[in-house]
């Protein structure tokens, strides 16, 4: 978006690659990467797109190698609809646990349908009914739960991860890594994610794998 606009959009895609055989990534080369390093992919990626130092935040891991790469690792950003991921870890956890079932009602409605509508359709409502139930009511309550799920302490976090729904690259590939380590202890997180947007975003040019993701739209109307 021009930065005269006075409307910005951000669409801001969030996946895990699913069980990728690394020979099988290795003998498909791109000519956007190959005998680049991740810091020349990068800026030929912001050059093109015009992205600078303060208006974008991204981060990669691998799930075979265990390297990641980020690109303002620490910078909180306005995560949209991703923090629906890890909002639905805490919850599906407790299924896990056995403390609650997918037929448990929460405000009204069954766990299961809160997932599949937080995740795969992205419903805003569904989702603070979930928060809501995490927190007690208090959103830093909720804040504080989802705190050690992204690699922190509750007490000695930043005091911006307690506004709004910022995250920083680094928080959201840690949450990522313990979704697709300990995928058991969150169930039916990665199937909803699997179906969200089937067609769009990673999906949209990658039909080699599967891919389990979560995008997130934020409209800012302030003048730029």
């Given at each position: 978006a021009g930065m005269d606009c006075h409307k910005r959009e951000i669409l801001e895609p969030?996946?895990?690659?699913?069980?990728p055989a690394p020979a099988a990534l290795a003998k498909d080369g791109d000519p956007r990467f190959d005998g680049k390093t991740w810091e020349e992919v990068v800026e030929d990626f912001n050059a093109r797109l015009g992205i600078g130092e303060r208006n974008?935040?991204?981060g990669y891991r691998n799930t075979v190698t265990g390297e990641e790469?980020?690109?303002?690792?620490d910078q909180?950003?306005?995560?949209?609809?991703?923090?629906?991921?890890?909002?639905?870890?805490i919850v599906a956890e407790k299924v896990y646990e056995g403390d609650i079932s997918f037929d448990t009602l929460i405000g009204g409605l069954s766990y299961r349908q809160l997932q599949e509508g937080s995740i795969i359709h992205s419903d805003n409502d569904f989702a603070r009914v979930l928060w809501m139930y995490v927190g007690s009511g208090v959103y830093r309550s909720y804040r504080r739960v989802i705190a050690p799920l992204m690699g922190e302490d509750a007490d000695t976090v930043d005091p911006q991860f307690y506004v709004n729904n910022?995250?920083?690259?680094?928080?959201m590939i840690h949450c990522l890594n313990e979704l697709y380590t300990n995928a058991e202890r969150y169930p039916g997180?990665?199937?909803?994610?699997?179906q969200?947007?089937?067609?769009e975003y990673f999906r949209r040019s990658e039909n080699r794998?599967?891919?389990?993701?979560?995008?997130?739209?934020?409209?800012?109307?302030t003048p730029h």
């Open positions: 969030l996946c895990v690659l699913l069980s974008a935040a991204y790469h980020f690109f303002n690792a909180y950003m306005v995560s949209a609809s991703m923090y629906k991921v890890p909002l639905n870890m910022y995250f920083t690259p680094r928080q997180v990665i199937e909803c994610m699997k969200a947007e089937p067609t794998y599967e891919i389990a993701h979560k995008h997130g739209f934020w409209e800012d109307a």
